[in-house]
């Protein structure tokens, strides 16, 4: 159980996120499975975490940057088309 305490503490400071958000799902996994290894467990938890962390600070810099730009901008075909696939995908995902 050392090292599954151990592991837990190193993958919350990894990743920057409440330990419980994240050590549930391990704990589950590595009490378990056992056949679950600890690398895989970090792999499994630690990934969507980290996606989640980079999408967000993705979004937050797209939002910054559209923030910039005047109300009625007109942008050329190609970053409209873009844009409005973003919308449909943030609509998509959002409901």
Partial sequence: MAAIS???RRVVSAVQLPALKILPSMYELL???RTY???QAYQ???QAAYEQRDLLTKVRG???KLSGFGDGVH???ETR???E???SEIERVLT
Avoid: G
């Fill in 6 to 8: 151990l592991f837990a």
């Fill in 75 to 77: 942008f050329d075909k």
């Fill in 44 to 46: 499994d938890t630690v």
């Fill in 85 to 87: 696939a973003l919308k």
């Fill in 81 to 83: 088309e873009a844009l």
């Fill in 62 to 64: 797209l939002i910054e």
């Fill in 31 to 33: 009490v378990n499975e």
């Fill in 37 to 39: 290894s600890i690398k």
